[in-house]
């Protein structure tokens, strides 16, 4: 499962679709970001108020919910080259053919230079059964 991860620049919304973890303790969303696709973590150097957006749940198992997660992110580039392996066993649940390009890592080494991204959490708001013509219910945090 991907959310839809919101920056905001220059006032302006930009999405991309990432892979999320979740850190050590489970109260902050991680997602990662290689430096070639940096100008997410420009935009959130700027302004640190993110979304993560769960909306399509195909083949994940779980019922058809859209989730909301308002937060605020926080860069880590102190370790480009491993500190992002600490979830490499949740990537690996999540995408197992991981290990293959991982094989490859020498040779798109900039790809593996990897910024990690928390979220806190500061608000979710969830529609039931996906029906985003009600009012979602609203958990501020």
């Known amino acids: 499962m991907i959310c839809e991860f919101t920056s905001i620049d220059n006032g302006k919304p930009v999405t991309f679709p990432l892979l999320f973890f979740y850190n050590d303790d489970g109260h902050r969303f991680v997602v990662t970001s290689s430096i070639l696709f940096s100008r997410k973590i420009e935009h959130m150097k700027k302004n640190p108020k993110v979304s993560l957006l769960f909306s399509n749940p195909e083949g994940s198992g779980v019922e058809k919910h859209v989730v909301l997660v308002q937060g605020v992110a926080k860069c880590d ?8 392996e600490r979830y490499l066993p949740m990537w690996r649940k999540k995408e197992p053919y991981i290990d293959g390009f991982l094989a490859a890592r020498e040779q798109f080494a900039w790809f593996w230079k990897r910024i ?14 996906g029906d985003t013509a009600k009012p979602a219910e609203a958990i501020n945090l």
């Open 116 to 129: 990690v991204v928390e979220v806190e959490p500061k608000k979710i708001l969830a529609w039931k059964n």
């Open 77 to 84: 580039d102190s370790d480009l080259d491993h500190g992002w």
